[in-house]
Structures are given as structure tokens and as C-alpha cells.
């Protein structure tokens, strides 16, 4: 009988080991707004930063109805900004991360041709995503990455 409880004990012990180890952020909540104003706040910009318009974020990434998004631009023209989405599903959030960087891809071919200044602030984007969050950054801050992965652990 010890034997018996003293394996059970181990299993458990075990599942619970391996079930910390699993796709860790999958089921990531973030609140997109938040997430911005405190990028915003804490990086680095050359310019001015101004409220993205929601209806502007959801024409350029062709964002879904039920994903709340949120971000900030240059009030000049940089290419700087930070973008933050909460998306319904995780194929939404693999669907925005596509299209923004297929964005980012089209501003470097407008960068290329009148302001090849911005080409290496657009190469240096930070994108990332986790589970059902997505954040964009581009920036001129070295320490942006950071930032933004401190937000999506």
C-alpha cells in the first residue's frame, strides 16, 4: 500500500512538473491601451508621440472586430510608434503579426525611396507575440526589445 501512494505521490509530482513546462503565455492577456502608454512612457523616441486612431490601426493591419488594439505614432514624420493588440484567437494574433510585418516591409520601400534615414529604425522594429498579444515597436531605443518582452513574459 505505501508503495501504491508513494507512486501515486511521485506521478503527480510529475505532472505538475510537466505541466509548468508547457507553452508558457498561450493563454496571454494583455490590455493593449496600458501596454502602449507604458512603452510610450518608457522608451526612447526622436519624436513627439500621438494617439493612433483606432479606425487607422484597423485599415492598416486589417485588424478583427473582436481584437482590442491600441498605439501611439509620430507627430512627425519618423516612422516611429508602438502598437499593442489583444486579439480573440490565436489565428488572429498569427494573422495580425503578418500583417504587420508586411507592413513595416511596405514602409521600407516608401523609406528607401524619401527617407532612407528611417530604413534602419524600420529594420530595427521590434515585433513580437505571445499566445493571443501581439506588440509592435519601432524606435530608435536600443533597450525597446526589452521592454516590449517584459510585457509579454
Same mark, same amino acid.
Do not use: H
Given at each position: 500500500?505505501?508503495k %501504491? %501512494?508513494a507512486?501515486?505521490?511521485a506521478l503527480?509530482?510529475?505532472?505538475g512538473?510537466?505541466a509548468g513546462?508547457? $507553452? @508558457?503565455?498561450k493563454? @496571454?492577456v494583455i490590455?493593449?491601451q496600458?501596454?502602449? /502608454?507604458?512603452? @510610450? /512612457?518608457? %522608451?526612447?523616441?526622436d #519624436?513627439e *508621440?500621438v494617439?493612433? +486612431?483606432?479606425d $487607422?490601426?484597423?485599415?492598416?493591419?486589417?485588424?478583427? $472586430?473582436?481584437?482590442?488594439i491600441?498605439?501611439?505614432?509620430?507627430?512627425?514624420a519618423t516612422?516611429? *510608434? =508602438?502598437? #499593442?493588440a489583444?486579439c480573440?484567437?490565436?489565428?488572429?494574433a498569427? !494573422?495580425?503579426?503578418?500583417? *504587420?510585418?508586411?507592413y %513595416?516591409? /511596405?514602409?521600407? *520601400?516608401?523609406?528607401d525611396r524619401?527617407?532612407p534615414?528611417? =530604413?534602419?529604425?524600420?529594420?530595427?522594429? =521590434?515585433?513580437?507575440?505571445?499566445?493571443? !498579444? =501581439?506588440v509592435?515597436?519601432?524606435?530608435? $531605443? /536600443?533597450? #525597446?526589445a526589452?521592454?516590449?518582452e +517584459?510585457?509579454?513574459k
Amino acid at each position: 500500500m505505501k508503495k %501504491i %501512494i508513494a507512486m501515486m505521490l511521485a506521478l503527480a509530482l510529475v505532472l505538475g512538473v510537466c505541466a509548468g513546462c508547457g $507553452d @508558457k503565455g498561450k493563454d @496571454k492577456v494583455i490590455e493593449p491601451q496600458a501596454v502602449a /502608454d507604458e512603452l @510610450k /512612457d518608457g %522608451i526612447v523616441w526622436d #519624436a513627439e *508621440m500621438v494617439p493612433f +486612431a483606432e479606425d $487607422d490601426l484597423r485599415y492598416y493591419f486589417d485588424v478583427a $472586430d473582436d481584437t482590442v488594439i491600441a498605439g501611439y505614432q509620430a507627430s512627425t514624420a519618423t516612422t516611429e *510608434m =508602438v502598437v #499593442a493588440a489583444q486579439c480573440a484567437d490565436e489565428a488572429q494574433a498569427q !494573422a495580425l503579426e503578418s500583417a *504587420m510585418k508586411q507592413y %513595416i516591409s /511596405d514602409l521600407k *520601400m516608401e523609406a528607401d525611396r524619401y527617407q532612407p534615414e528611417e =530604413v534602419a529604425r524600420l529594420e530595427g522594429a =521590434v515585433l513580437q507575440r505571445n499566445g493571443m !498579444a =501581439v506588440v509592435l515597436c519601432v524606435s530608435g $531605443d /536600443d533597450g #525597446a526589445a526589452e521592454k516590449v518582452e +517584459a510585457w509579454l513574459k
